[in-house]
């Protein structure tokens, strides 16, 4: 998944909401994972997504559509790691 993202980073410019489109298609596959229980693959999944949104909100700090979609995406880790431990 990490090279899909650099591709589609090549592609285009780097704007806060190209790297937000990529981590909202990056949570899709997540959900996909949780959906078939391999709770591993989405929990790694979503802690990327975190990773490159708490960059993202780093570089364009007072963005709420990245805050949000932050917050969403550690609620997200929650429910996975509860699943897992479960």
Do not use: C, F
């Not at 899709?28 to 959906?35: D, N, T, V």
């Not at 990245?66 to 929650?78: E, F, Q």
């Amino acid at each position: 998944m990490g090279t899909d993202r650099a591709r589609a980073r090549q592609r285009t410019s780097p704007t806060w909401r190209n790297e937000l489109a990529v981590s909202e298609a990056m949570a899709q596959h997540a959900l996909a994972w949780e959906q078939k229980a391999d709770y591993a693959a989405a929990l790694t999944a979503l802690q990327n997504i975190r990773s490159l949104l708490e960059s993202l909100v780093k570089r364009n700090p007072g963005n709420q559509v990245i805050a949000r979609s932050l917050a969403d995406k550690r609620s997200r880790t929650g429910s996975v790691l509860v699943a897992k431990t479960g």
